[in-house]
């Protein structure tokens, strides 16, 4: 039963009894660990010492956990936090922002498959979230991209996705999900999208994104935000809030 400690954040929280949670984390070396927090809600001296300042979602602190082949969960036996994303509390569109991030890290990335990087923009982006005047939604973009990058899934922008050629200058294009990326075809499956969004993508990509107009990163966020809906099968509940009503892509 190998046991390690690790630095995490926390993305789902679960209570399971008057006195354990369940969390799922995303861990710096270990990739995401879903494990069982016995005693992590006492109030009892021993308890406090083991879970120091509580698990909460999207809390950033030391992880000490023991993963059984026998169980899906592992056992989180040590909690020290390092930062309480107390920012998060005091504006609500960052909070909803921070949350469909969680949401996203969870629904892609599988159990103990390391992913740094990930980790890695998900601290960046509690940390940008505490910069104003940082838009949430550009801070958001950047992780976005970061995590359907490390995770296998980083849109073509360049080529034309279904022909295989290079992507040709136009006004607009479509998007297609299946494929990965952008074309200038127009298929069943593929979705109308702005010249602007492709190049709001690509300032991304090659990591310069600064000063982006809010209606370019938000227009951005949504065509990942659906590529990613299309890559786990359904909507995740909190999109809605984080990305505001459907608009031109």
């Known amino acids: 039963m190998p046991r390690f400690k690790d630095l995490a954040v926390c993305l789902r929280l679960v209570e399971y009894s008057e006195s354990s949670q369940v969390a799922v984390l995303l861990t710096r070396e270990h990739g995401k660990v879903r494990g069982l927090a016995k005693g992590s809600r006492r109030l009892a001296p021993s308890s406090i010492q083991r879970f ?24 989180l036996t040590e909690w020290d936090l390092q930062d309480d994303a107390h920012h998060l ?25 390391p992913h ?9 982006l509690i940390d940008r979230l505490a910069e104003p005047p940082v838009d949430p939604q550009a801070a958001l973009l950047r992780f976005q991209w970061a995590l359907l990058d490390d995770a296998g899934y980083r849109p073509v922008l360049d080529q034309d996705a279904v ?35 492709l ?38 509940p909190t999109a809605a809030t984080a990305l505001g009503a459907t608009a031109e892509r």
């Open 163 to 197: 022909r295989g050629e290079d992507l040709a200058d136009a006004e607009a294009y479509t998007f297609d999900a299946q494929a990965g990326g952008f074309t200038a075809d127009e298929g069943p499956t593929a979705w109308r999208v702005r010249r602007a969004t």
């Open 116 to 124: 740094p990087l990930t980790f890695a923009a998900m601290s960046d």
């Open 52 to 75: 120091s300042g509580g698990l909460e979602l999207m809390h950033r602190g030391q992880v000490v956990a023991t993963t059984r082949p026998s169980s899906e969960l592992a056992a």
């Open 199 to 236: 190049d709001t993508l690509r300032r991304v990509a090659d990591r310069s994104p600064q000063n982006l107009p809010a209606d370019a990163s938000r227009r951005a966020n949504r065509l990942l935000a659906a590529y990613a809906r299309e890559l786990i099968g359904r909507e995740l």
């Open 89 to 113: 509390r005091g504006d609500l569109h960052a909070q909803r922002v921070a949350l469909y991030a969680a949401d996203l890290t969870h629904a892609l990335l599988a159990d103990l498959d």
